[in-house]
């Protein structure tokens, strides 16, 4: 079987809080991060995970210096990702994040596929409070999404995989690829959540994730933490000693 071949794209550079990012560390810190979108391919299919940010995030941006500070906000890296001459047969979406649906409008009648339990939680929040405001255009898309209800396969060699622990509609993707199986999952954000062994900050359910964790261990040989400036595959030798498979 031919296998997968995983392109990350950078899209937009920001920083976080670090008790956003850690559970309960990093105060005082600002942890640098990256938005991606990433390309898989595989025998003339093309898979798109995540779209990034909608064209203008203006208004976006100021909400979020509002909250966090003068150095927080995104910033473009490069060209936009409608622009980049990428034509998916299918789009997976790890979340329903800003980062993730801001581009869904862009690749009209494209299938999406997308978490049962997200696509319920926008038609009836499990918690109004948290609910993403998500733009009228990507809500039309959601309307027409693929749902997946625990695990998929939509393709030979991908596994879709709902995570929540992060967001209702937060998921995890594992590609098959000639060095083995990579997971790319919305809760973990950056290396030393894996590293470390320590949970992301802004988790719905930390508890959660520790057996999020433990069942990526069992499925993946490596994983992409999906905001790190550095995404290459985190070997699984790499993790902490916590996330012993199950």
Not at 28 to 52: H, P, S
Not at 207 to 222: E, K, Y
Request: overall charge negative.
């Amino acid at each position: 079987m031919t296998h997968w071949t995983i392109e990350p794209l950078p899209l937009h550079s920001f920083v976080a809080p670090g008790p956003e990012v850690l559970f309960q560390r990093g105060f005082g810190e600002m942890i640098d991060m990256v938005i991606y979108a990433f390309v898989l391919r595989r025998e003339g299919v093309t898979v798109l995970v995540d779209t990034g940010l909608p064209a203008d995030y203006t208004a976006l941006n100021a909400a979020i210096r509002s909250r966090k500070g003068p150095r927080a906000g995104f910033h473009q890296s490069g060209s936009r990702l409608v622009e980049r001459a990428i034509a998916p047969h299918a789009i997976v979406l790890t979340s329903f994040g800003p980062y993730a649906v801001g581009g869904l409008a862009e690749f009209p009648r494209v299938p999406v596929h997308a978490s049962a339990r997200g696509l319920a939680d926008l038609a009836m929040p499990e918690e109004p409070a948290l609910l993403h405001p998500i733009p009228a255009a990507a809500r039309h898309v959601l309307a027409e999404a693929v749902p997946f209800n625990g695990e998929s396969a939509p393709f030979p060699g991908l596994k879709l995989i709902e995570t929540g622990v992060h967001h209702p509609a937060s998921a995890a993707i594992v590609v098959e690829t000639e060095a083995g199986r990579v997971a790319i999952a919305d809760p973990v954000f950056i290396r030393r959540n894996v590293i470390d062994g320590t949970a992301l900050g802004a988790a719905e359910h930390a508890a959660g994730w520790h057996g999020m964790m433990r069942r990526l261990a069992s499925c993946a040989d490596s994983i992409i933490p999906i905001h790190d400036p550095d995404p290459t595959p985190l070997r699984r030798d790499l993790w902490h000693s916590s996330f012993e498979a199950v």
